[in-house]
Each structure stands twice: as C-alpha cells, then as structure tokens.
C-alpha cells in the first residue's frame, strides 16, 4: 500500500488546514494521522475505522481535529482547526491492520506516507 499525503502549509494561529491522504488501494483496517514535533517522537493525532467509521483523538486533537474517510475514494483527511504553534509538525498518515481502538500508536502501523509539513505562526 502506497499512502500520499498533502495538504500541509503555512497558516497563523487560530487557522485551519485540510490534510489529505491518498493510498493506492482501500484495503485497510484503521488509518491515522500522525505528527512529529522539532525535537519529538512521532505522536498519533487520530484514527478511524474503515468498517464503521469510529474514531479516536489523542487530548491534542480532541474539539480542534476532525479525521474521516472517503473509501470509494481511498482517501483519509485530517480538518485541523484552531490551530497553535504548538501544532508545528510533520503530519504523517499511516494505515494498519488493526481497527481503531484507542489513540494510534505507531508501533501497529505498517504503511506510512511521506508527510506533508505543517507550520503555524503565532
């Protein structure tokens, strides 16, 4: 599976972006976003299940991310809103063949896009 991430720019604080990710094929389990930080571990944001669409956020995401599917498409997205400095990252998506139960974790995803960078201005 090949996942191609987009989306990401430069925005000030209190913005929004669109992240958007295209796999080759729609065969998956759960699929995520992902960020890393200056300086940091890659961290899960999100995740959605590809059967009933539930998802879970990380407590940085949660009221200011909204992650959803397209699966005729095979295309995962990431609204960011309200976004902060702190949001500055590499944003990664990510697919797995485990549903999702909790916030992702990156040790239980096996493809990975390419990420695409997001920077915020205070």
């Known amino acids: 599976v090949q996942l191609q991430a987009s989306g990401g720019g430069l925005v000030q604080t209190g913005g929004s972006l669109r992240l958007s990710c295209v796999a080759s094929e729609s065969t998956y389990y759960g699929a995520g976003w992902f960020r890393q930080r200056p300086g940091k571990e890659r961290e899960g944001v999100a995740c959605i299940s590809s059967h009933d669409g539930s998802t879970h956020y990380a407590d940085i995401a949660k009221g200011r991310f909204t992650i959803s599917r397209d699966n005729a498409r095979a295309t995962l997205y990431l609204q960011m809103d309200s976004l902060e400095p702190e949001d500055t990252a590499v944003y990664y998506c990510?697919?797995?063949?485990?549903?999702?139960?909790?916030?992702?974790?990156?040790?239980?995803?096996?493809?990975w896009g390419q990420g695409t960078e997001v920077t915020v201005s205070s």
């Open positions: 990510a697919s797995s063949e485990y549903y999702c139960r909790g916030v992702p974790k990156v040790s239980l995803y096996e493809y």
